[in-house]
């Protein structure tokens, strides 16, 4: 079983930045995988970005590359998004999830962390 806590949300202007985190507890983190996943107002669940155990690879959704980072510190158990020059459209509430391997369902995820963006 693996538990994860996202932090990091909140209201900021446009243009603004913002680094959310996710802390797990449970297992050997290094052993899953984990992604960012955000959930707008009305709309589907997204794929944000992803990150190998070992922190090597790393991959995302086409529209958010060059904005948004994800990374991890695996001595510390938390993945990180670190969003940059955010628009309104970027509001939503963001999810942290976790997975063994590449290819892995994502099995386990956090209760979502709200980030609004105000124009």
């Known amino acids: 079983q693996v538990q994860l806590v996202e932090s990091g949300g909140g209201l900021v202007q446009a243009g603004g930045s913002l680094r959310l985190s996710c802390a797990a507890s449970g297992r050997t983190f290094s052993n899953y995988g984990m992604g960012w996943f955000r959930q707008a107002p009305g709309k589907e669940r997204e794929f944000v970005a992803a990150?190998?155990?070992?922190?090597?690879?790393?991959s995302y959704t086409d529209s958010l590359k060059g904005r948004f980072t994800i990374s991890r510190d695996n001595a510390k158990n938390t993945v990180y998004l670190q969003m940059n020059s955010l628009t309104p459209e970027d509001t939503a509430v963001y999810y942290c999830a976790a997975r063994m391997g590449v290819l892995g369902s994502w099995r386990y995820w956090g209760q979502g962390t709200q980030v609004t963006v105000s124009s």
């Open positions: 990150i190998t155990g070992s922190g090597g690879s790393t």
